[in-house]
């Protein structure tokens, strides 16, 4: 057996790291474009609402700060079902991806029957939260409905988890397509009031969401059902007795890395509540700040769950060696995609800002924050690419800590310091936040790096 030289092994390396960036691109690819068009159910929402007023506009940026929390919380509850569905296909254990999708969609229905039973009793008192009277008084019909709606949005997730996971990610994306351009006709009617409709304004876009999320909970449903090539990895009984130790070791993944988003989305939902004390401008610019933000973020969002997928099934198949390369290719595509956002959203902050709204106050205000927004680019990528490829390895409780760490203890504070003591209001906001994920960013790759150990991609011996 001959050891390999050292230009030998590093060649290896480098065409290890094109295959799995192409592996990873290739799985990659549809869900960074699908996650892409669910965003565009809210930016659908904030541009036409916004033509509404700049009142309208705030009562969409107070409603999104309440319903984001919880909608997260459940999206992250059922990574566990992409975690688990990987690992038994890189084991060749059907049995066990169909038991991943059963119980993955039996928590995904609980979940937010629960989640839309608490909203309700949070709706009866929206004026607890400071916000002005008349933005509250405009948002508890519009959290309501669109809570409802979170029933069969958790319910699809689960199942284009599931699906995703078997390398499967087209059908589901071509599904939500169809569901976002529902949304926006029937946003078209409803809001508006179109073919003798009354016009709802911006309820009209809470039914409208409502509706369109149901559809695609159904079309998923019936795809799955006859699909080709997918009939030993789809449940054969949906409806079977849950086994509970097989949702308790989903919800062990599952709340942790939920935990672990929500340390982020919380800290951004509160700057949301904090920007109400700056009155509604300061609303409206942080509403259309977060939407393009998190538009951007929808590309590392769709990486990201294709790497919890590849390292997943790498660990599942015991294959341990190419951990590495995938790590390093997650960082690369990562970087890549981020430095694009980031240059679009430094150059073209105004532009981006008319486009949701024609008050020159609130244009002004938003392209300052878009240019933080941009800063932070590497910084989310980077943390939100390494967090999935922890869970991948089943490792959620020290990141979710992690999380706490940066967005309460560090990011919100210094928010809160800049905002109040320095008095940079909603400026100083935004940089808190930057300061959280900066934080984050480099702690997690510290340990995704530590936890795949030293590089195995390379084989030292023929």
Known sequence: MKHLPRCAESNVFKMNLFQESRLTLRLGFPLMIGQLSQMLMGVVDTVMIGKLGVTDLAALTFANSLFHV???????????????????????????????????????????????????????????????????????????????????????????????????????????????????????????????????????????????????????????????GLREWVPYRWFRKPHFPEIQRLLKIGIPASLHMLCEVTAFSAAGLIMGRFGAVSMASHQIAITCAATAFMVPVGLSMALTVRVGEANGAGDFHRLRSIVVTGWVLATAFSLTAAAALLFFGKPLAGLFVEDAAVISLTASLLVIVGVFQLFDSLQVASASMLRGLHDVHVPAAMGFVAYWLIGLPVAIMFAFFLKWTAVGVWWGLAAGLLISCITLCHRLWEKTGAPKSVERSL
């Open 70 to 228: 919880p909608f997260v919380f459940g999206i992250g509850v059922l990574t566990s079902v992409s975690v688990f569905t990987s690992t038994a296909r890189g084991g060749n254990q059907p049995e066990a991806a169909r038991g991943s999708c059963r119980h993955g969609l039996y928590i995904a229905t609980a979940l937010g029957l629960l989640l839309f039973i608490v909203s309700w009793f949070i709706s009866l008192r929206m004026d607890i939260f400071g916000q002005p009277a008349d933005v509250a008084a405009k948002t508890t019909t519009f959290f309501r409905v669109v809570m409802a709606s979170l029933i069969p949005a958790l319910a699809a997730m689960a199942l284009k988890n599931h699906a995703d996971a078997l390398n499967r990610p087209w059908p589901p994306f071509w599904i939500f397509i169809g569901g976002v351009l529902l949304n926006v006709v029937l946003n078209w009617i409803t809001i508006y009031g179109k073919f003798g409709l009354p016009a709802f304004g911006m309820n009209g876009a809470a039914w409208s969401t409502l509706v369109a999320r149901t559809a695609i909970l159904i079309a998923m449903i019936v795809w799955l059902l006859n699909a080709k």
